[in-house]
């Protein structure tokens, strides 16, 4: 049994074969996905996919669609997460966070709007009691900064890449982290490091489908030049990740399926209720 944390149902990427994607992930053992919405717009799809499914969702406005949001789309997310308090396939609020890696969305009037926008995200998260699902970009330090000033129980930082120090202190704060197929890269080894090093109990898997595509789905340039595809990624990928990371870390793969299941629900505590 796997849990994928992280996964894009959604995207248009899976228009095609959404339904046939999500039973390919199934026959492999992914038994439950979390989608996270990244705008307003996508709120009504990701729940509604979640219950054709047998999923879970979260709602939220990602940092990279910071630039088209408007205020008013806070006060919308608040009405949504009320309206769904009841709703036990809402799970989180997510995806949030910020993103200082994307050129346009490190201006000053950038950075300051994003702030804006994960600070009044956290506060939602706290006024209707869910943890959030985070966009950890080159922003560690800051998003760390706003978890100490709104304190939260639990939470996932998806797709982490930091420090040690970073890593733990989200740990001290009752989150989970995020390891997905940016492993299966050579280069990785900070990454791979942390995966290994990390207490088990730190743990969440995630596919990030259709994005973050695992080395054996990706093409270069150069490949792409001379007509190869870039793979799409899918949440049937997991297990294949899940095999990396149990060789990092010398667990049998069955240990390693229950350990970071048991950390989802931990931290995504609705989880458990499905």
Not at 127 to 142: C, E, F, M, N, Q
Not at 223 to 229: D, E, H, T, V, Y
Request: aromatic content about 6%; proline content about 7%; some cysteine.
């Amino acid at each position: 049994m796997w849990i994928d944390t992280h996964c894009h149902l959604d995207a248009a990427e899976f228009d095609a074969d959404r339904d046939a994607v999500r039973q390919k992930a199934r026959q492999v053992g992914v038994t439950r996905c979390v989608l996270p919405a990244v705008q307003r717009a996508d709120w009504g799809q990701v729940a509604q996919l979640a219950w054709r499914h047998g999923d879970a969702y979260a709602l939220g406005i990602h940092p990279l669609h910071v630039p088209q949001a408007q205020p008013e789309d806070v006060q919308a997310l608040d009405e949504a997460l009320a309206e769904r308090r009841d709703d036990p396939r809402l799970v989180a609020v997510g995806e949030i966070g910020l993103d200082f890696f994307v050129p346009e969305l490190c201006t000053p009037s950038m950075r300051e709007r994003q702030w804006t926008f994960y600070l009044a995200q956290l506060k939602l998260a706290q006024k209707h009691d869910l943890p959030v699902i985070l966009h950890v970009r080159r922003s560690a330090d800051l998003l760390l900064k706003g978890l100490r000033l709104n304190p939260l129980g639990s939470g996932i930082a998806h797709a982490f890449n930091g420090s040690v120090q970073q890593a733990q202190a989200f740990v001290d704060m009752g989150f989970a982290l995020g390891f997905g197929g940016t492993l299966s890269y050579d280069r990785a080894l900070q990454l791979r490091r942390l995966a290994g090093d990390l207490p088990l109990s730190a743990l969440v898997l995630e596919t990030d489908a259709p994005d973050m595509p695992p080395h054996w789905l990706y093409r270069t340039a150069e490949q792409r030049a001379q007509g190869l595809s870039q793979g799409r990624n899918s949440p049937a990928e997991l297990p294949r990740i899940a095999e990396l990371l149990a060789d990092l870390r010398g667990l049998p793969l069955p240990e390693l399926a229950a350990a970071t299941c048991c950390n989802a629900l931990r931290v995504l505590p609705k989880l458990a209720h499905l």
